[in-house]
Nanobody, 122 residues
Framework: QVQLVESGGGLVQAGGSLRLSCAAS????????MGWFRQAPGKQRELVAR???????YYADSVKGRFTISRDNAKNTVFLQMNSLKPEDTAVYYC????????????????WGQGTQVTVSS
């Protein structure tokens, strides 16, 4: 009923930039929060950035000052602008959203995108 579709990953040299996008679609009543996690090989998935309704944002210490999360509420889309990329930013990036679904009843659930690879070469 709800899908998250990501785009924008790729290969970039250290110091470069990438912009990730994630669009939510389906039976959406409202979105409480949207964010990005990442998982590098052999490591646990970690929260990178999140924006909640009201525009409050959170960033992991490792990306503060380099990454910016933003949200287009009208399009149910979240963006992650990544600047000054480092090799340690290499990971699969996953979009995450906490959504109130409009079905025969309303309910809240958490959804994940399929993941997009970001590779930063040194």
């Amino acid at each position: 009923q709800v899908q998250l579709v990501e785009s924008g990953g790729g290969l970039v040299q250290a110091g470069g930039s990438l912009r990730l996008s994630c669009a939510a679609s389906g039976s959406i009543f409202s979105i409480n929060a949207m964010g990005w996690f990442r998982q590098a090989p052999g490591k646990q998935r970690e929260l990178v950035a999140r924006v909640v309704s009201g525009e409050a944002t959170y960033y992991a210490d490792s990306v503060k000052g380099r990454f910016t999360i933003s949200r287009d509420n009208a399009k149910n889309t979240v963006f992650l602008q990544m600047n000054s990329l480092k090799p340690e930013d290499t990971a699969v990036y996953y979009c995450n959203a906490r959504i109130i679904v409009q079905d025969t009843i309303k309910y809240t659930d958490t959804y994940w995108g399929q993941g997009t690879q970001v590779t930063v070469s040194s």
